[in-house]
């Protein structure tokens, strides 16, 4: 396993499209081991394999309670309600902001075991799901948010 480097915003490849994994071969595998221990590293809580460099359609998370998911080819299925809450972007070191998400997300993905999942988020989770699938697409949270948030008021969980 390998702490990678993260890919800054201004890069262009985080304005691009990631590309499916039609099969999930051990260098997937090793990615998926590389995007955690990065993620651990960085002290983050979501990271797409955009930002290492990879434009694959791989994303990992981990949950305010250490619950670790590893999504190929996530799409969300079904969005419910509405939250607005503080969000910031490891691509993007020392912005945060307040985006509008859906309060609850459920996403279908293949795990590395290339099984078929499904996944409800709520609140944290929710953002997340979000957050990472939009870089799939080479979208960033900055483009959605609804008001930059001041130092005083930053609480860090990203
Ligand atoms: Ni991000």
New binding site residues.
């Given amino acids: 396993m390998a702490v990678l480097n993260i890919v800054k915003e201004g890069d262009p490849i985080l304005r691009k499209t990631s590309r499916p994994v039609e099969e999930i071969t051990p260098r997937i595998l090793t990615l998926l081991d590389d995007m955690v221990e990065t993620m651990h590293a960085a002290k983050?809580c979501?990271?797409?394999a955009v930002?290492v460099g990879v434009l694959r359609r791989v994303v990992v998370i981990e949950d305010e309670d250490g619950t670790l998911y590893e999504l190929i080819n996530p799409r969300i299925v079904a969005r419910a309600g509405t939250q607005e809450e503080s969000e910031?972007?490891?691509?993007?070191p020392g912005v945060y902001g307040i985006t509008r998400r859906p309060r609850a997300v459920t996403v279908r993905a293949l795990d590395r075991h290339g099984n078929e999942v499904e996944y409800t988020g709520k609140g944290l989770l929710a953002r997340a799901f979000c957050?990472?699938l939009?870089?799939l697409d080479g979208t960033?949270?900055i483009d959605k948010m609804l008001r930059r948030l001041g130092r005083d008021e930053v609480e860090v969980d990203?």
Avoid: M, N, Y
């Fill in positions: 983050g979501g990271l797409a930002q910031g972007c490891l691509s993007i957050h990472e939009d870089h960033l949270f990203e």
